[in-house]
């Protein structure tokens, strides 16, 4: 069994920083894609960024030049670094990775974590 588990979400000022966080545990055996999506109240769940197995990123046009996507593999970790918030930022942020289990199947299954609240406002 996968486990997805966020952290670093909370309050914050405009202009401010955040740090989330997502560790993956269970029996993984490869995690390929990670990524970072988020959900505001009345829309649609949007991804936000992403990253690779090898490091390569993606971002959503909005927070481009302000957040920034990283991993690290030998921690099964994601992290997102959330600077120059706006109030347009918040929103539930999810984790999401691609993840190979132990079972034999040699499919990468989506994985979800439960989600971290994000509130940008003074």
């Known amino acids: 069994q996968v486990q997805l588990v966020e952290s670093g979400g909370g309050l914050v000022q405009p202009g401010g920083s955040l740090r989330l966080s997502c560790a993956a545990s269970?029996?993984?055996?490869?995690?390929?894609?990670m990524g970072w999506y988020r959900q505001a109240p009345g829309k649609e769940r949007e991804l936000v960024a992403a990253i690779t197995s090898r490091g390569r990123t993606n971002y959503a046009d909005s927070v481009k030049g302000r957040f920034a996507v990283s991993r690290d593999n030998a921690k099964n970790t994601a992290y997102l670094q959330m600077n120059s918030l706006k109030p347009e930022d918040t929103a539930v942020y999810y984790c999401?990775?691609?993840?190979?289990?132990?079972?034999?199947?040699?499919?990468?299954?989506?994985?979800w974590g439960q989600g971290t609240q994000v509130t940008v406002s003074s």
């Open positions: 999401n990775a691609e993840i190979m289990d132990y079972s034999g199947s040699n499919v990468y299954n989506q994985h």
């Open positions: 269970g029996s993984i055996f490869r995690i390929n894609a």
